[in-house]
Structures are given as structure tokens and as C-alpha cells.
């Protein structure tokens, strides 16, 4: 059986992408990463929920703090201030400096150990807080670096079958497909009620907007 | 004063590239990683002892023990031999899957976070163990991920001024910079003296040898 590593935050992206490679017939090795973000149990909750839901039994959770020691961003430095007025131009300070190429790069190792052929990983580029570790052309990009860099019997391929949707698009996919939104967990600040005006909830939210559908998970405004 | 990032083992190699970083005029930020490595402690007082010797006070050792939780690799799995009977073609099982592209986003981020405009790393290409990641074609796609994975303000380079030299060459420009060889540490095995069979201390050897010189560290054999 073909296998895949997905990165697995416990979002409503990276869960429709382990959905959606189950449907392609993967068997997958869901890869959570904790690095004292502050929801951090919060979003491994929600990973292992996702994860019992759909039956997915190979789960890796990695310690990656060494994260929160670089520092330099608002979700692992509390004496930051996680924007709550709405999204503005540039790249915002919950920007975690090149965490999606950290997480490729480990995923990699992953699959390479265990002969998997692809990794999945849900990066959405335009609908989005604008990281420059979402672009499609640094997804491409650091395949082929992962590609020179492992065994030349290696081959991965990095699959983002979320990067040109909308966040609304998200939410029909994952209702057409039956995607657990329920047990999802996006909110950059709360661990109890989702804070509602994060940048993260906003995009959620208004995502479910456009989509003429009700967030069915709980928030404090 | 323009900073680099210098990927520091401890080894001859990695000690070269912050003795020439230094004379280059950077402000070196010294990263060291701990991953639970068979001479991880050893590695860790090589680094510093380096560290002292060079006055470098900027110092970040992280721990990628996650790494040995993925596995696959002599160098972190004591039920697997590590090599002694000489090198061989192919991938060795020293071979830790795509150990340098992890410590290279590691270091982007540092990077990044610091506003440092190089990463030192000290791969040798021909004269080596084999490893893929390693290689030059690697490292130059690897920068280009990282910029495109970064700020666009962010501009990284990635020198690898030893990756064409041979193990003899490193010897001599090591002399010829009074870098400090005999705080150096290359054995993949043993703590206390170097085994001198695993394939690190036979390439080690071998250079000083072939440069008409004597390594100043003891060897069991």
C-alpha cells in the first residue's frame, strides 16, 4: 500500500488533506509537531481526534520547542501581542520564521525512512496571512532540494492539493467529503472557546461565510 | 557587523568553516545541534571548547532528539552497527535521512530571526562518506527554498567553502589558520579516545596522513 507522511496541525486545512489522501488510497503517517505555540494542547487534542475519527493508527508527534527558543514570532513568545484587529499587509508577527520549511524538511526524513512516496501538507497561498512558507514555488522548490538531499532511491513528492482554494472552498471540499470541521482547532490564542478575532479565526470564519455554512465549533464572540 | 550562521558539530570540517567565517569579518552565531547521537556529550564539549577558543559568545545548541525518535541510522540506533572494516559504495548506515536539510532550515531560521546573511556549513562533497545531502547541487537548491521560503526581505547564502577539498586539503588550510584541530571531535563511536576504524576517523586519518601530518587527538588504535 502506497504511504504518505501528512503534516498534521489539527487545522481544517492539513485535516482535509488527510482526508483527501485516504481517499487517494494512502495509508498515512500523520506527523504532528508541538513547539510550546500557545494552543499547543489544544492542537493535539484536536490532531489525535482527527486521527482516531479517520482511523489513521501510524501518528508521530515530534518535540520541535527548539522552535519557541529561536523565537522571533508571537505564537510561541507571549510577550507579543497576537493581532486581533483584523488582517493588514505584509507578513504579520504569528509568522514563524521558516516553520513550513523546518516541518518539509523533518517530514522528509520521515518518509524517507519509511518509504513513503509523498507528503502531504495544506498550505494555502492567496486566501491566507500571507507567509512566504505558503507559496507554491517554495513548495516546489524544496522538493527538489529533498529530492538532492536524501538517497537517489529516494523519490518524494509534495503534494498541496489546498494552495490555489479559498478558504471557502475549503469548507465545501471538506463538508462534500465528510472532513471531521468539528473536531478542528484553528484559533492562534485560546485553548477554550476560539478568541473569534484572531487572524486564524477571522479566516476560518469568514471562510464558513462564503460558504453559506455555520463553523461548527464554538467561539467566544 | 554583517553575522553568520555557522552549523557547528564539533568535527575538523564544521570548526574550518568558523575559523574562515571569522576571517571573513562575520559576528558568528554558533549553532550546535543535539540529536542523542553516540557522541552527543563528547560533540557538545568540542563545540564549546571550540567556541571558547575562538572567543565566539554567540552560542545556540538545540535539541533534534526527534531525530533519533525517526531513526533509521547508526548514529543514533545502538541496535545497529556502526561500520569499522573500511569505507564502502553506497550509503552508509551512518546515513541519518536528510540530517543537513533539517539543520538547514534550523538554520534559516536563525537566520532569519537574526538578520544574519550567511549559513556556514562545512560538507565535503568527493572525499567523504558518501551522504546525499552533502552534495553542492543540494546545498544551492536548498538556499534557493530558503529564500523563497523566508521574507522577501530576508537574503540568505549558504557557504560551503570546503565542499570541494579533500580531507588532506582541510588538514592544511586548518594549519594554515590555526584552527584548532586538537579540540576537534570526528569519531562517530567513542567519547573517550577515537575508536580509529568507524569511517569518520579513517577519512580523518587518511587526510592527515596524505597532508604529512599528525592528528594531535588519541586514538584507541
Chains 1, 2 share one sequence.
Request: one cysteine or more; a positive charge.
Amino acid at each position: 500500500m502506497k504511504k504518505a507522511v501528512v503534516v498534521m496541525s489539527g487545522g481544517m486545512d492539513s485535516t482535509l488533506c488527510a482526508t483527501l489522501a485516504l481517499k487517494q488510497g494512502y495509508e498515512i503517517i500523520a506527523l504532528h509537531f508541538d513547539y510550546n505555540q500557545r494552543t499547543m494542547k489544544r492542537e493535539k487534542q484536536a490532531f489525535n481526534d482527527i486521527c482516531d475519527r479517520l482511523n489513521i493508527t501510524k501518528r508521530l508527534s515530534l518535540d520541535v520547542s527548539f522552535i519557541a527558543k529561536i523565537g522571533g514570532n508571537s505564537l510561541t513568545d507571549k510577550s507579543m501581542q497576537v493581532p486581533k484587529t483584523g488582517l493588514s499587509d505584509g507578513v504579520p508577527n504569528t509568522y514563524v520564521p521558516y516553520r513550513n520549511g523546518i516541518f518539509l524538511s523533518i517530514a522528509a526524513a520521515v518518509a524517507e525512512k519509511n518509504d513513503a512516496k509523498a507528503i502531504y501538507i495544506g498550505v494555502v497561498e492567496e486566501d491566507s496571512s500571507g507567509y512566504p512558507d505558503c507559496r507554491a514555488e517554495f513548495i516546489k522548490t524544496i522538493q527538489n532540494a529533498i529530492n538532492l538531499g536524501t538517497k537517489d532511491s529516494t523519490k518524494i513528492e509534495i503534494k498541496m492539493p489546498l494552495v490555489s482554494l479559498s478558504k471557502a472552498d475549503i469548507v465545501r471540499v471538506s463538508l462534500e467529503n465528510n472532513s471531521p470541521l468539528e473536531l478542528t482547532w484553528s484559533c492562534y490564542e485560546s485553548e477554550e472557546m476560539a478568541c473569534g478575532v484572531c487572524d486564524s479565526c477571522r479566516l476560518r470564519l469568514n471562510g464558513f461565510k462564503k460558504a453559506n455554512s455555520t463553523d461548527p465549533i464554538k467561539y467566544k464572540f
